[in-house]
């Protein structure tokens, strides 16, 4: 099942996306206003049984798309975690521990929604990543229990000012929170839809050009241990998303660097889960 979020009548909806359209789930009287208290209350399994005699309400070119879970407590991101993005900084070593940094809920856009590139740089830079929404919360989650814990799978186009990046010494937090130079989206579909985690495609192209692509099992951490390590040091939230990090092939590491420009549209797939396109406007 697909659930999103969307922008319609002068106000935030959330539903079922089906190949004709968009079940409104919020309008139901037996459903909270947002699709983060969705899945906690009635759950997923719920909403696809109140959707199940539905028509849809609206063509998918009648709404904007606003990001899956609109008002996510954390967003955690994945640093340098497929093995031969490691290899991009010159380390053959792999590291013990994950590399984590935080994202802000105003530095992510909806699907078709335009990406910024701010006027203090013009470094822009994308990194495609598939991202994980949690479903039931859990503090100290072990790694076999961890997948029971994941709603559903969505994917993040983890938008990057490269040069504010460095201005911390030992932090990447600055480059990584403009608002609106990322994209999360189109929906998220539901874990009941996945086998399996360890074989999963993500392939970014911009103008159509393939930039990045690669596959969940060359992850150096993967979604079970990321989920049983973040956990255990602070504790996972219906709505948490956990960006699991990017293929090697960004922008910054073309000779000479290729970032984006105005007009620039970027698109991240994943088989299984869709597609987010996205284009650059200037701020």
């Known amino acids: 099942m697909k659930l999103t979020s969307f922008l319609t009548e002068n106000r935030c909806a959330y539903g079922i996306v089906t190949d004709s359209g968009v ?5 139901l009287s037996e459903t909270p206003d947002n699709l983060c208290s969705a899945l906690t209350d009635p ?4 909403l696809a049984v109140l959707g199940a005699e539905l028509a849809p309400d609206f063509a998918l070119d009648e709404i904007s798309y606003a990001p899956p879970i609109t008002n996510p407590q954390k967003i955690i991101c994945i640093g340098v975690n497929y093995v031969n993005r490691n290899e991009e900084y010159d380390d053959t070593s792999l590291p013990p521990y994950p590399s984590v940094f935080m994202r802000t809920p105003g530095s992510l856009v ?7 590139r701010p006027p203090e740089s013009e470094q822009f830079d994308y990194e495609g990543e598939i991202a994980i929404v949690i479903g039931k919360p859990g503090r100290r989650i072990t790694q076999e229990n961890a997948e029971t814990h994941i709603a559903g799978l969505t994917i993040l186009q983890e ?4 040069d504010w990046m460095r201005h911390g010494k030992f932090n990447v937090t600055q480059g990584k929170n403009f608002d609106r130079s990322g994209a999360v989206g189109p929906w998220l579909v539901t874990a009941d839809e996945f086998d399996s985690y360890d074989n999963l495609t ?4 911009v103008n159509g050009e393939q930039r990045q692509h690669d596959t969940t099992a060359n992850l150096l951490f993967s979604f079970s241990y990321l989920i049983s390590y973040l956990s255990t040091f602070t504790g996972l939230q219906t709505g948490d998303i956990i960006s699991t990090g990017t293929p090697t092939g960004a922008g910054a590491r073309f000779d000479p660097p290729r970032f984006l420009v105005p007009g620039d549209e970027v698109t991240v797939e994943v088989p299984g889960i869709g597609l ?3 284009t650059v406007v200037d701020e």
């Open 23 to 27: 079940i409104d789930l919020s309008r």
């Open 43 to 46: 759950g997923a399994e719920q």
């Open 159 to 162: 938008g990057s000012v490269r």
């Open 202 to 205: 993500v392939t970014t192209r």
């Open 110 to 116: 909806g699907h078709l929604q335009s990406i910024v």
């Open 276 to 278: 987010l396109r996205n």
